[in-house]
């Protein structure tokens, strides 16, 4: 099993940026595919970026390409998510996932069985 544990969240204006980091323990965290997810007020649960075990593959939600960066140390066991341009929409609780694909990434939340207990990212505008 791996224990994820998000950092970096906050108040930010309109267009500011933050980096969120998820810090990882227990099982090799290379093994692992990492994939942040979204949260916002009364709404379901939503596909961010992933990126594969060794950074080589990366997708990204349409709504945040472009703003949005992923990426990852294995040395450091740790996850980032490079947030530039946030918009007001970008305001939720902010999850990181992992899961051990064999090949490949996945935008769904089912396929990610480990799960950290979120950080809050607010935009005010």
């Known amino acids: 099993q791996v224990q994820l544990v998000e950092s970096g969240g906050g108040l930010v204006q309109a267009g500011g940026s933050l980096r969120l980091s998820c810090a990882a323990s227990?099982?090799?965290?290379?093994?692992?595919?990492m994939g942040w997810f979204r949260q916002a007020p009364g709404k379901e649960r939503e596909f961010v970026a992933a990126?594969?075990?060794?950074?080589?593959?990366?997708f990204y939600a349409d709504s945040v390409k472009g703003r949005f960066t992923i990426s990852r140390d294995n040395a450091k066991n740790t996850v980032y998510l490079q947030m530039n341009s946030l918009k007001p929409e970008d305001t939720a609780v902010y999850y990181c996932?992992?899961?051990?694909?064999?090949?490949?990434?996945?935008?769904?939340?089912?396929?990610?069985?480990?799960w950290g207990q979120g950080t809050q990212v607010t935009v005010s505008s």
């Open positions: 996932a992992a899961a051990e694909f064999n090949s490949g990434l996945s935008r769904l939340e089912y396929e990610y069985p480990y």
């Open positions: 227990g099982r090799t965290f290379s093994s692992y595919a």
């Open positions: 990126i594969y075990r060794s950074g080589i593959s990366i």
